[in-house]
């Protein structure tokens, strides 16, 4: 116990964790509604779609989330331009766009003798060097989040139970998409630098499919989703220090661990109470 104490009484720890759980906040809002509405495999393109646009930032000497930025944006604005043509399905789209993101990302990479930055560090970041600029930022991201979820929460569940209903209600579902990718676009680039692309993935999916399990409102599914999140952040880091493994990467796997868990505990649960409520019944 003392060891834990140790542990998170050190000040870079204690801004691992207020990033952690902003994160966590921010993408049990997000990823509730991505699980709902089946955009897991866009999440996944933004986090390694940001790719070329970090690497031509580093060489530039830019900030590197002003290039993920940019790049998250131009990703996000060619899936829609080729939704409205019509010509291909909603999956290849993001597909074709995903996988040429990646691969320029690394073509420039590979064509640089002078990049310096990590792979590493661009898939898990590094949240143990979490600044208190950093922890400004997603603090702002955390607002802005719940500020648009909140607005657009009528339309956003009207969208996704039938989106032609929503348009005669004059909801605008097309409207509440574009918000929901701008979320995740927002989500994806403001915690890359601190948990990194792969991580931002995992938050989005895991505490969301977690929390689903035990909620019917999604409101509490995100709250749930924000503490599944923040737990998970807590666990890794306590886990990463005496295992001496990668705080990032072993984060990731506590959070998508949580699912399957989660998952394993309601199958019992059920298991158990279906027999109790059939005894109940018959006496």
Do not use: N
Not at 10 to 27: P, S, W, Y
């Amino acid at each position: 116990m003392l060891e834990i104490l140790d542990l998170f009484s050190a000040t870079f720890v204690q801004r691992a964790l207020i990033a952690g759980a902003l994160v966590a906040l921010i993408c049990g809002v997000v990823g509730t509604w991505v699980v709902l509405r089946g955009m897991a495999f866009l999440g996944e393109a933004m986090g390694h779609g940001m790719l070329p646009g970090i690497a031509v930032a580093t060489l530039l000497g830019w900030p590197p989330i002003l290039g993920a930025a940019v790049s998250a944006s131009a990703m996000s604005l060619g899936i829609g331009l080729l939704q409205r043509r019509r010509r291909l399905s909603a999956d290849t789209s993001i597909g074709l766009l995903f996988v040429a993101s990646l691969a320029l990302g690394v073509i420039i990479i590979s064509g640089s003798r002078s990049f310096a930055t990590d792979a590493t560090a661009i898939l898990f970041g590094d949240i143990l060097a979490a600044s208190t600029d950093d922890l400004l930022t997603l603090t702002v991201v955390a607002v802005l989040t719940l500020a648009i979820a909140a607005l657009g929460h009528r339309a956003f569940v009207a969208a996704t139970v039938d989106p032609r209903q929503a348009q005669l209600l004059g909801l605008h579902p097309r409207v509440a998409h574009v918000l929901l990718v701008g979320l995740i676009t927002l989500a994806v680039v403001a915690a890359y630098q601190v948990v990194g692309s792969l991580l931002v993935v995992g938050m989005l999916l895991g505490p969301a499919v977690a929390a689903a399990r035990w909620t019917k409102r999604i409101a509490t599914t995100m709250a749930l989703a924000a503490g599944i999140g923040a737990a998970s952040v807590a666990i890794g880091l306590l886990i990463s220090w005496h295992a001496g493994t990668a705080a990032g990467a072993t984060i990731a796997f506590v959070v998508i661990a949580s699912a399957a868990i989660s998952s394993g505990t309601h199958q019992v649960t059920v298991a158990v109470r279906r027999p109790l409520a059939l005894s109940e019944r018959t006496a």
